[in-house]
C-alpha cells in the first residue's frame, strides 16, 4: 500500500494513513510488514479510521518493527495484508460504552462511526498528550484519564452494551466488572502473531468452546466465550 501521509499525537504514538481500495468491518486488522527482511513477521494494528480510500493505522512504538514505521515518508510503498479476522457486531439501538486502554483505543475511532448517536469512551492511558486534541474532529464522547485503574470511572448501570480492547488486565476487570453489573460486552483480544490468517496456530487462545485463534476467530470475542451465564 502507498502511505500518504504520517501524523505524530505525542512523542511514541503515531497515525500512519495509507491509500487503500477495500472498506474494512470495524474491529478487523491488518498486518503491516516492517521493509527490513530480518524482521520477517508481520505487525498486527487494527483499523483506526477509513474513509474514501483512505486508511488509518494508529499505532505506538513498542519495538524494532514500529520503530521502522516511524521513518514511512508520502509515498513509500509498505507490505500490508489484511483486513483479517471478525470484527465487533453493531448493536446500534442499544445505548453503547467503549472502555479503551492504551493503544486499545484505536478501533473504536472508526467502530464509533457506525453509532447515529455517539458512543461514551472510557480512555485510559499512560500517557494522554496529543490525543484530545487529534481526535477534536471525531464526535467521541470521549472521557480522558491519565494513570490510574478506567475501570474505576466506568459507569456501567448507564449502559446495555459495552466494548474493551487494551491490556489483557485491564479486559479481565471489565469482563468480572460486565458479569456482575450483568450487561453485554464484546472484548477484542491482543496476542502476539505470526501469519495473522489462521495457519500458524501462533495467536491460540483458551476459550469455553476451546482453543480459538485471535487472527482467524477474533480478535472480537464475546463475554460467553469465556463465561458462562
Ligand atoms: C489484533 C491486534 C491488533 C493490534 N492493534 C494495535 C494497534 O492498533 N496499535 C498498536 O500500537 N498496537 C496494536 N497491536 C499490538 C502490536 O501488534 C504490537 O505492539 C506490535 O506488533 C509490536 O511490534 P514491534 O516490532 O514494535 O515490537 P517487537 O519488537 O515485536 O516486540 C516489542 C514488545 O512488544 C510486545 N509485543 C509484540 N507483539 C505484541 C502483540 N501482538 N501484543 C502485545 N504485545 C506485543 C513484545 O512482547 C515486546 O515486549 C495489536 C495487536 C493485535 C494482536
Ligand atoms: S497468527 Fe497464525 S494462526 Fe493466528
Not at 504514538?13 to 491488518?30: A, C, I
Not at 514511512?72 to 467503549?98: C, M, N, W
Not at 459495552?162 to 466488572?177: A, S
Amino acid at each position: 500500500m502507498k502511505v500518504l501521509r504520517q501524523d505524530k499525537i505525542n512523542a511514541s504514538t503515531y497515525v500512519l494513513w495509507l491509500e487503500s481500495k477495500e472498506r474494512p468491518d470495524p474491529g478487523q486488522f491488518y498486518m503491516v510488514y516492517p521493509r527490513d527482511g530480518a524482521k520477517l513477521l508481520g505487525r498486527p494494528l487494527s483499523i483506526f479510521d477509513y474513509q474514501e480510500g483512505t486508511l488509518g493505522l494508529l499505532y505506538e512504538v513498542r519495538g524494532e518493527g514500529t520503530r521502522e514505521f516511524t521513518g514511512l515518508e508520502e509515498g513509500d510503498e509498505i507490505q500490508v495484508l489484511g483486513p483479517y479476522g471478525q470484527g465487533f457486531h453493531i448493536k446500534e439501538e442499544r445505548s453503547t460504552a467503549f472502555i479503551a486502554g492504551g493503544v486499545g483505543l484505536a478501533p473504536f475511532v472508526y467502530f464509533s462511526r457506525f453509532f447515529k448517536s455517539r458512543p461514551k469512551v472510557y480512555f485510559g492511558t499512560q500517557n494522554a498528550q496529543g490525543y484530545e486534541e487529534y481526535l477534536r474532529d471525531y464526535n467521541l464522547g470521549l472521557e480522558i484519564h491519565q494513570g490510574g485503574y478506567i475501570t474505576d470511572y466506568v459507569d456501567y448501570e448507564a449502559f446495555d452494551q459495552f466494548y474493551t480492547c487494551g491490556p489483557r488486565v485491564m479486559m479481565e476487570k471489565v469482563l468480572e466488572d460486565c458479569i456482575s453489573h450483568d450487561k453485554d460486552l464484546e472484548l477484542s483480544m491482543e496476542e502476539r502473531m505470526g501469519c495473522g490468517f489462521g495457519a500458524c496456530l501462533g495467536c491460540s487462545i483458551e476459550t469455553l468452546a476451546g482453543q480459538k485463534r485471535v487472527c482467524k476467530e477474533g480478535p472480537v470475542f464475546r463475554k460467553e466465550d469465556f463465561f458462562h451465564a
